[in-house]
């Protein structure tokens, strides 16, 4: 027995299809994707309920007659420092890059259906389906296995992750941790205070999540912020919460700022505390805050040398609108489109070379160590490190109709107004996909999972700016690079770094 439905688009274009009631909802998509020869989608009915999956037409109630929309999702990507994943228009994922940090999902490519969001640690992702459900994948010790609580994992409405752990949001404001128990994986010690809660942010090895009467409660290594029980009095009506790699920034509803974990990295706000008034925005380097105030002005605080210290800049700063960083630099837009830049020039804290070119800037995205702008024109403008993205030119013909820009560590992919992609920087870190781009079709975003290099790379380069990349030190190897880096800062007397080594010892060792 078979079935006749319409399938509309929003421009008003429909098609006819007839159709057997045996055949599955995915049959009757790619029918509908190839009568009407556009990109990938979804089938919706009337209810708005998406139609998909190994269900039959009689199971789901399709009837001759039926008007169904069709529903273009651009591609979306997801990525961070040796793999991507992308999301395409009909909610399926394409991933690419390291596999054992994510880049190959094929063990989980029958269930990565209808997928909605992707976040990722440093070596896994893990997706929410459209039905709340969770599909993880990657490295199990950074959470790519979730099958301990993937009975608890339903009505999902968000994800948050440390390096190593992953924490999901249910619909009734509860949480679901998993991954590496002392990087918030275990969460069973406030799991009783974790009800109500709006927002989750994350350092590297901790988590802070904001109740919906504006209090907090945190988990995971103490050091990186897991442990507010010295300042918790102080956070009461928290509007949300910001990040360095050890260290949390609270905005309460007065505008003022509560700070706590590593000092170095902007736990101690101490010195700039009576200029954070009327806070709008925060934003982070690995080791250093950035606040817009309520005025167009910044200050900032945390490791003078990755972007703590603007007082260079400080005439300059004023009417910001927004702010972006890379591990060390911070760049500002201000009203009138222009924008500035500090911070090591090593991390594109100095963008005076394209200066002129940086005209009516509408957005800016970054790598660890690049910046890149998307103009009124949906052109773009990059800088910083060439090998971490900061030199497009090899692409720039391509960089037109750019709608959106995701990062990886040390590589951009653009999303064009077609639903292509464009990417450069490290081929490695995500930035070469040719071995993907005839799927790369209507994407909707990136996600990117961090390896254990950008730890290392940004304690060194804290330490040592003008530090070099470590294959251009003949250091081919994870374990090489450690040993370079434990003899360079073995002798140190910077406080907490036989703890940043004992870190190292732990991502390696995995």
């Known amino acids: 027995m078979s079935v006749c439905v319409t399938v509309t688009l929003m421009s008003g274009k429909s098609v006819q299809i007839t159709s057997s009631l045996d055949c599955t909802t995915d049959e009757l998509r790619l029918q509908a994707e190839k009568a009407l020869q556009c990109g990938p989608g979804r089938l919706v009915d009337a209810s708005g309920q998406a139609l998909t999956g190994e269900t039959s037409l009689y199971q789901s109630g399709v009837k001759t007659g039926d008007i169904l929309m069709w529903h273009i999702r651009q591609v979306s990507l997801a990525a961070k420092n040796t793999s991507v994943a992308a999301v395409l228009g009909d909610g399926s994922v394409v991933t690419w890059g390291d596999a054992g940090s994510g880049g190959d999902s094929r063990c989980v490519k029958e269930q990565l259906k209808d997928v909605r969001q992707i976040q990722s640690t440093g070596k896994a992702f893990a997706a929410i389906l459209g039905d709340g459900s969770v599909v993880s994948w990657g490295a199990p010790t950074y959470g790519g296995d979730c099958s301990l609580v993937k009975e608890q994992l339903k009505d999902v409405q968000q994800i948050q992750a440390t390096g190593r752990a992953f924490a999901a949001i249910l619909l009734d404001g509860s949480v679901v941790t998993w991954g590496f128990p002392s990087c918030g994986g275990d969460s069973s010690s406030v799991r009783e205070q974790l009800q109500k809660v709006r927002q989750i942010q994350a350092t590297r090895r901790a988590f802070a999540a904001v109740l919906d009467d504006g209090s907090v409660v945190t988990w995971g290594t103490s050091s990186c912020g897991g442990d ?18 050890r260290a949390f920034a609270a905005v309460l509803r007065d505008g003022s700022v509560v700070t706590w974990g590593d000092a170095v990295c902007g736990g101690d706000c101490l010195l700039v505390r009576e200029k954070l008034k009327d806070v709008q925005q925060i934003q982070a380097t690995s080791f250093a805050f950035a606040a817009i105030l309520g005025d167009g002005s910044v200050v900032t605080w945390g490791d003078a040398v990755a972007g703590g210290d603007s007082s260079s800049s400080q005439d300059l700063l004023k009417s910001v609108q927004t702010i972006q960083a890379t591990a060390g630099a911070f760049a500002a837009i201000l009203s009138d489109g222009s924008v500035v830049s500090w911070g090591p020039a090593a991390y594109g804290g100095d963008c005076s070379v394209v200066k002129d070119q940086l005209e009516r800037v509408q957005r800016i995205q970054a790598t660890q160590k690049s910046f890149a702008a998307i103009l009124l024109d949906r052109s773009v403008v990059t800088w910083g490190s060439d090998s971490s993205g900061g030199d497009c ?8 109709d750019v709608q959106q820009i995701q990062a990886t560590g040390h590589a951009f ?8 992609v464009v990417t450069w920087g490290h081929a490695s870190s995500g930035g070469d996909s040719s071995a993907v781009q005839e799927h790369l079709l209507d994407v909707q975003h990136v996600q990117d999972a961090e390896g254990y290099q950008e730890l290392i790379e940004a304690y060194f380069d804290r330490r040592y700016p003008g530090w070099d990349d470590p294959p251009k030190l003949g250091l081919s190897s994870p374990v090489h690079r450690l040993k370079y880096l434990d003899q360079a800062l073995r002798s140190s007397d ?15 060792s995995d």
């Open 494 to 508: 910077e406080p907490g770094i036989d703890e940043s080594l004992k870190e190292l010892d732990e991502e390696v």
């Open 413 to 420: 992919a653009a999303i064009l107004g077609d639903g292509s």
């Open 393 to 400: 030119s090899a692409v720039r013909d391509q960089l037109k």
């Open 228 to 245: 507010c029980g010295a300042i918790q009095e102080k956070l009461k009506d928290v509007q949300h919460i910001q990040a360095t790699r």
